[in-house]
């Protein structure tokens, strides 16, 4: 992607800005634009998905930072270490039984590993379960939470063994 296309989806997907605007801004014809919109398609669609969990609760952090973090990171939980991909094999297998799964459960959720730190810090952030994130609430901290999470990742592997 060049430079160009990047700043483009910034002021197009993120900023939101017209198309009028954007036309000033980097200097070129609506035309260039409506090409743009249409080869990057793929990438507008994934930055969408993260804008709309950053404007959740990130926005003091500055959405490309958020955006690097929450591309980068690894998938799992921090506390037990489960995947979405065991989640959803364990769902599928009957190995999951908590009647909340409409709204929460088959993904990751984000967590502050020191709850009662404000959101801009991507070094509190972190992906947890819903089970993780449920039982360490705001009352423990990461690290008190630590060996509970470790036993909730063994509850998981010996159920994944059973499948
Ligand atoms: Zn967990």
């Not at 404007?55 to 489960?82: L, M, P, Q, S, V």
């Given at each position: 992607m060049t430079e160009k296309e990047k700043e483009?989806?910034?002021?197009?997907?993120?900023?939101?800005?017209?198309?009028?605007?954007?036309?000033?801004?980097?200097g070129v014809e609506g035309s260039q634009l409506t090409q743009w919109w249409e080869d990057?398609?793929?990438?507008?669609?994934?930055?969408?998905?993260?804008?709309?969990?950053?404007?959740?609760?990130?926005?003091?952090?500055?959405?490309?930072?958020?955006?690097?973090?929450?591309?980068?990171?690894?998938?799992?939980?921090?506390?037990?270490?489960?995947t979405e991909p065991e989640i959803d094999k364990l769902i599928k297998k009957g190995q999951i039984i908590t009647k909340r799964l409409t709204t929460r459960g088959r993904s990751l959720e984000l967590e502050r590993k020191r709850a009662n730190e404000p959101y801009d810090n991507l070094n509190n952030l972190t992906f947890s379960c819903y089970w993780?994130?449920?039982?360490?609430?705001?009352?423990?901290?990461?690290?008190?939470?630590?060996n509970i999470g470790k036993q909730i990742g063994e509850i998981w592997q010996k159920r994944l063994n059973t499948l």
């Open positions: 483009f989806l910034d002021l197009a997907v993120i900023k939101q800005l017209k198309y009028t605007e954007i036309e000033k801004i980097l990057l398609k793929v990438e507008r669609k994934k930055l969408s998905k993260i804008r709309k969990i950053w404007r959740k609760k990130f926005t003091a952090i500055d959405f490309w930072d958020f955006n690097k973090w929450y591309t980068e990171t690894k998938r799992k939980c921090f506390y037990c270490n489960i993780c994130n449920n039982a360490k609430s705001d009352e423990f901290t990461a690290d008190e939470f630590s």
